[in-house]
T-cell receptor, first 112, second 112 residues
Framework: DQQVKQNSPSLSVQEGRISILNCDYT??????FLWYKKYPAEGPTFLIS?????DKNEDGRFTVFLNKSAKHLSLHIVPSQPGDSAVYFC???????????FGPGTRLSVLP | DTGVSQDPRHKITKRGQNVTFRCDPI?????LYWYRQTLGQGPEFLTY????????KSRLLSDRFSAERPKGSFSTLEIQRTEQGDSAMYLC??????????FGPGTRLTVL
């Protein structure tokens, strides 16, 4: 049973437009969420995080939104750039535990 | 220090053989993690160390798998009597306490 779901395996967006990547979770104990980006032949790279005491966190072009009642979070990338093309993973844990649970990933393609 | 390194990057072995992978974390990070990733899935947590102590192991980590971090610096992951189902990318990550994890490039294992 997947506790962290990313239901869109892939997403294509035009350069300059907004990319929205979605993540749903089932475990209501999760209180800390992260997004990682992964290029081919490299390990995942940390992008941005959010704790359950917040509903939004911004870092430059990247914003993560958390809706605890819906057990849903999303990553917004504005404006999207071709270099953003990668696989994006959502991950979650609780109580600062070290056992992060990752979603299956969404492959983003930003078209020039 | 440029990041987490893993060796080898690729390993092809025959079923039944033993394999060992090495991870060198970022030097000031006292936490080290091992994950396994299969095609189309996100990383799955295997085990984690704080300094030399192995503090958590996933039920995914069968008794054929053993991990060590003898001096609290580099770590090794050994798989004994490999099976075809062990074919995967093995990722290592390191972190400071309660901080995001930095991943290495991974070791891709193919069991024939």
């Amino acid at each position: 049973d997947q506790q962290v779901k990313q239901n869109s395996p892939s997403l294509s967006v035009q350069e300059g437009r907004i990319s929205i990547l979605n993540c749903d979770y089932t475990n209501s104990m999760f209180d800390y969420f992260l997004w990682y980006k992964k290029y081919p032949a490299e390990g995942p790279t940390f992008l941005i995080s959010i704790s359950s005491i917040k509903d939004k966190n911004e870092d430059g072009r990247f914003t993560v939104f958390l809706n605890k009642s819906a057990k849903h979070l999303s990553l917004h990338i504005v404006p999207s750039q071709p270099g953003d093309s990668a696989v994006y993973f959502c991950a979650a844990n609780f109580n600062y535990g070290q056992n992060f649970v990752f979603g299956p990933g969404t492959r983003l393609s930003v078209l020039p | 220090d440029t990041g987490v390194s893993q060796d080898p990057r690729h390993k092809i072995t025959k079923r039944g053989q033993n394999v060992t992978f090495r991870c060198d974390p970022i030097s000031e990070h006292n936490r080290l993690y091992w994950y396994r990733q299969t095609l189309g899935q996100g990383p799955e947590f295997l085990t984690y160390f704080q300094n030399e102590a192995q503090l958590e192991k996933s039920r995914l980590l069968s008794d054929r798998f053993s991990a060590e971090r003898p001096k609290g610096s580099f770590s090794t992951l050994e798989i004994q009597r490999t099976e075809q189902g062990d074919s995967a990318m093995y990722l290592c990550a390191s972190s400071l306490p309660y901080n995001e994890q930095f991943f290495g490039p991974g070791t891709r294992l193919t069991v024939l």
